[in-house]
């Protein structure tokens, strides 16, 4: 019998499951250290961000633990699949980077992201993540203030719209093979909302460069929006007089609006927008009731004075 | 190949353990916390994606019993069945208890505002009565009626599928594929009931 001592181990002998994770840990921050070390001094480090000073607006939330924001990402370039997403965004290259800035500004041309990031001092924003789909996080992003870099290109008076554009690379990005959306994927924000001192543009997360899956090297975060419209691994921002055409409004007008403001009165035509489910929280605990703008609406709420946040939905 | 009424017996259990398996797994998964980022949804869509399964399971013993002429595949449909209306009924009350909390006013605010969840309790109400008289007995007393109620499974498969599309963003890959695999198993129906027509 191949399998008679199997008895003979006691139970006290098992390891207990947190102990095992703990070790697992330890040899993975060994392991990461020494990686690092031998790479390059820069990489020594294992938190790229450690010492950036918490920016405004951040309201004292509980954090969303990192495993759960970097495992659970809707990354379509990829695949639909929220989960596979972590480990086939894994061969995106995002150093060196380029974004082209064209349109109604002054100044336009390929700005290398590196020079990008040295003319805009970072910081850390804990924002509330919701997703259209009712779920929510709070992520804490590191990043600058989206309106003070776009001052920087001077856009002219013509300028009405910002547009951004995601990188189109079907090599890598496997999910742009499919047709699950119009490639490249778009996104656009009114000057006024781009200028809004909410608005931000992120690098990383939870002190550390941003993960592929969650957008790296530079994504949107507005705050008071759904998550769709925070477009991931920028490469183009156009300055525009008219509404840009949006990736998610081409795939369904009636369903996912360009202002993509969170409401709880405005359904999405298929479930309800009133509720969420909070990440993170044991499986009993309820749904939070949504908040209009997500919370944001002191800092929002004027740029849609007068509006039908019915008919603009 | 004779299989006396223990052997029978065995076998029976031994299905009815790997039936219960993706359930085993489930409960396992929940309670190492393996359930990932959004474990209800997981939960949710795992037992859904589970019910779906059986009833096309259900669907096939038929059509592969006449086909491979393997009479003894009909002795275990009533289970398949069963365990269809089974995972129906996790996937409802994860719903009912996990999402909505047992919340009346949840229930009410959210339920009309989507057809996809309207279309998913159709399905569930056709699938009970299918469940309530899926006894021998009740067979006996139904007789010619028993068949034509439980012909209403065909029904539940394709609004199950209607549900399915309805939830779906823009990936409609998977319920393509059960709609296509439910398409064929009632179109071999469709065949096998005209045959012997044609020899009368």
Known sequence: MLFKDKKAIKSSEITDQKVFHDRRRIIKAAAG???GSMMSPAAYALKKYQAIPVGPYSASLKVTDYEDVASYTNYYEFTTNKTDATVLAKGLKTNPWKVKVEGEAEKTGDFD???????????ERIYRFRCVEAWSMVVPWIGFPLGKMLQQFKPTSKAKFVEFTTLHNPDIM??????SLNWPYIEGLRIDEAMNPLSFLATGMYDDELPNQNGAPLRLVVPWKYGFKSIKAIVKI???ETMPATAWNKR?????????NVNPEVAHPRWSQSRERVLGASIFTPKRNTEIFNGYGEQVASMYSGMDLKKYF | MRVSKKGWAVIKIAVFLLCLAPFVFLVNDTIQDQLGANPIETLHFRLGDWALRFLCIGLAISPVKRFFRQAWLIRFRRMIGLFAFFYATMHLLVYMVLDLSLSWDAFVDEVPQSPYILVGLLTYVLLIPLAVTSTKAMQRRLGKKWLRLHQCVYLACISAIVHYFWLVKSDFNEPVFYAAVVF?????????????KLIS
């Open chain 1, 252 to 260: 369904a007008e009636g369903e996912y609006g360009f202002y993509a």
């Open chain 1, 33 to 35: 250290t020494a990686l």
């Open chain 1, 113 to 123: 992201l590196e020079d990008i990031l040295k003319a805009n001092p970072l910081e």
């Open chain 1, 238 to 240: 156009r300055f525009s």
């Open chain 1, 174 to 179: 496997i999910g742009q093979r499919t047709g």
């Open chain 2, 184 to 196: 064929v198993l009632l179109a071999l129906r469709i065949r096998v009931k005209r045959k012997p």
